[in-house]
C-alpha cells in the first residue's frame, strides 16, 4: 500500500491536513478555498510565483494561460489527468482525495483564459468518480464534461488529449500547430496538468505559500509513498527517507529523466539542477534501487516497457524503441558486442526529437542516461556479463507500477457555503 508523507516544516497544502479521506465541498470552502478573486491578481501571482507544469515538460504555466488569453478566439481549459507514467501516483491520488483543490484550479484558468468550456480528463475509475462527485457539489458556471480515455502513456500528451476530446483516439498528432494555436474544435486551448491547477487554486487562497511539489518514491523492497516536499529539496534527502543513501542508482521523473549514480543524489528536484546533471523532474517520480540492483537491468526494463507503449503511429518510434529495448536487453544479458555500445550511443542521440511525442526521447534520455553515468559498468557487461543481471534475470517491465494511496468516501449533506 502506496504510504503518505511530508517533508514540508509547516503545513503540507497539497496533501491538506486529511490525505487519506476524500475531501468535499464544505471541507474545501472551510480550508479557504472558492473566494472570489480577480482572475487578472491571480495571473500575476501565478507568473510572480514561476509556477512551472508539474505534468512533465515543466514549462511556465503563466506563459501558456498568457499565449491562450492572447489568442483573440474564445478558449477551452482542459484539466489534464491522465498520469500515463507508471510510477507516478500523485495525479490519481489528487483528483481522488482533493478533487475540489483541482477543480477549484481548473475554474480559475476558466476565468484567468476566459475560456467558454472546460474539460476534465481522467483515465482512472475512482478518480473519475471523485471529479463527477465535485462536479455535482460545486456546478461551474461553464460546460464541463469529464473524457475518458485508455490508461497508456501516450494518453496525456496534449495533442493526445485533444484529439481525444474531439471524438478521435488518444494519440499524439505532429505540432505545429500545438493546442494552444488550435485545439478542441479548433480553439485555443489551455493543456494543465492537475497539481499545476491545485498549485494555482492555492496561489489563489494563499499568495505566500512556500512551493512545493508531490513525487512519487518507490523501488524493490519499499513500501511506495506519495512525498510533498518544498522545491529544492535533495534526492538525497529523499532516499534517507527511504533508507536508500546506498542506491546504485536513482530512476528519476518517471521514465523521461533518465538514471543517475550516486554521486548525483546532492542534486536538488528544481529543473535547473536537475537540467545541469543531463536529468529532470518530469513528473516526479523518483525509482530507487535496492543495493545488489544494476542499473543497466533497469535500463532495460524501462526500454522495454516504453517500446510497448508505443501508438506505433511513427515508423521511426517503432524501430527505434524496439532497437533501445532489444540492445539494452543483450547488454544486460552479457551477449552484446562493443558495436552494440557504439549504436546505442548513436541512437540516443539521434533518435531525439524525431518523435510526435515525447516517448522516443524519453527511450533516448535512458539510454543515453546509462551509457553517461555508469560507461564502465555497461563496458563490464561484455567481459562475461554482470552477476548482478544474469543471477536471476527475469526482465520485468512493470517493476515501475505504483498505485495511489488508499482514499476513504464519507457521504454527508452538503449545505451551501455562506
Known amino acids: 500500500m502506496t504510504q503518505i508523507h511530508s517533508l514540508m516544516t509547516g503545513p503540507a497544502p497539497l496533501l491538506g491536513k486529511n490525505p487519506e479521506r476524500r475531501e468535499t465541498r464544505d471541507d474545501y470552502w472551510r480550508a479557504g478555498g472558492y473566494r472570489d478573486l ?13 509556477l512551472r507544469g508539474r505534468g512533465g515538460a515543466g514549462f511556465p504555466a503563466a506563459a501558456k494561460v498568457r499565449a491562450v488569453r492572447a489568442s483573440g478566439s474564445v478558449p477551452v481549459v482542459v484539466a489534464n489527468g491522465a498520469e500515463g507514467e507508471p510510477g507516478s501516483a500523485k495525479d490519481r491520488w489528487l483528483m481522488r482525495a482533493r478533487p475540489h483543490l483541482v477543480l477549484d484550479g481548473m475554474l480559475r484558468a476558466v476565468d484567468m483564459t476566459r475560456a467558454a468550456c472546460c474539460y476534465l480528463y481522467v483515465a482512472d475509475d475512482e478518480a473519475a468518480d471523485s471529479m463527477s462527485r465535485a462536479l455535482a457539489e460545486r456546478e461551474p458556471v461553464v460546460p464541463a464534461r469529464i473524457v475518458r480515455p485508455e490508461h497508456t502513456y501516450v494518453a496525456g500528451e496534449e495533442t493526445a488529449v485533444v484529439r481525444r476530446i474531439n471524438g478521435g483516439p488518444a494519440l499524439p498528432t505532429a505540432k505545429p500547430p500545438r493546442p494552444f494555436e488550435a485545439g478542441v474544435d479548433g480553439a485555443p486551448t489551455l493543456v494543465a496538468n492537475v497539481e499545476t491547477l491545485a498549485r494555482i487554486a492555492l496561489l489563489a487562497a494563499h499568495p505566500q505559500i512556500p512551493d512545493s511539489l508531490l513525487l512519487t518514491v518507490s523501488g524493490r523492497g519499499l513500501e511506495p509513498e506519495l512525498v510533498e516536499a518544498p522545491v529544492g529539496t535533495s534526492v538525497q534527502a529523499l532516499a534517507y527517507r527511504a533508507d536508500r543513501l546506498d542506491t546504485p542508482g536513482v530512476l ?7 538514471i543517475l549514480d550516486p554521486r548525483r543524489l546532492v542534486t536538488a528536484l528544481e529543473p535547473a539542477a536537475l537540467d545541469a546533471v543531463g536529468s529532470a523532474l518530469g513528473c516526479g517520480a523518483v525509482h530507487f534501487l535496492a543495493r545488489g540492483e544494476c542499473p543497466v537491468a533497469l535500463a532495460a526494463d524501462g526500454l522495454v516497457w516504453l517500446a510497448g507503449e508505443s501508438s506505433r ?6 524501430s527505434g524503441t524496439t532497437a533501445l529495448a532489444r540492445t539494452m536487453a543483450s547488454v544486460a544479458a552479457g551477449t552484446a558486442v562493443p558495436d552494440d555500445l557504439a549504436r546505442l550511443g548513436r541512437w540516443s542521440q539521434s533518435l531525439r526529437r524525431r518523435g510526435a511525442c515525447g516517448l522516443l526521447d524519453a527511450a533516448a534520455n535512458l539510454a543515453a542516461s546509462v551509457l553517461r553515468s555508469f560507461g564502465p559498468l555497461v563496458e563490464a557487461h561484455l ?6 543481471c544474469t543471477a536471476d534475470r527475469t526482465p520485468d517491465a512493470d517493476r515501475f507500477r505504483v498505485e495511489p494511496p488508499t482514499v476513504r468516501t464519507t457521504s454527508h449533506p452538503v449545505s451551501a457555503p455562506r
Not at 480577480?38 to 514561476?50: C, H, I, M, T, W
Request: glycine share 24%; aromatic share 6%.
Open 383 to 388: 567481459d562475461g556479463g554482470c552477476t548482478r
Open 252 to 258: 528519476m521523473g518517471g521514465l523521461f529523466g533518465g
Open 38 to 50: 480577480s482572475p487578472d491578481v491571480l495571473f500575476n501571482r501565478v507568473k510572480a510565483a514561476g
Open 313 to 318: 503511429q511513427c515508423g521511426v518510434c517503432v
